[in-house]
């Protein structure tokens, strides 16, 4: 299975349609406000999906009893 790549750029009317399908009404305010904290969230995700751990243990192992 192939890696999903980096999500396209978000802009404020996309942010707003995501808004309004989950119910919120948000002003063109609260979009100026918001776009520049989602973009910074969606890079650091990207950033960690590259983050190559194919060979790392975790850290805990849980066992059934």
Known sequence: MSEPG???PLSKETLRVLAQ????ALSDADLDGLLPLVQA???TM???AAVP???VEPTALYHML
């Open 21 to 24: 399908a989950q119910g919120f």
């Open 46 to 48: 990207d950033e960690l």
């Open 53 to 55: 751990l194919d060979d």
């Open 41 to 43: 969230v969606r890079a």
């Open 6 to 8: 980096p999500a396209p």
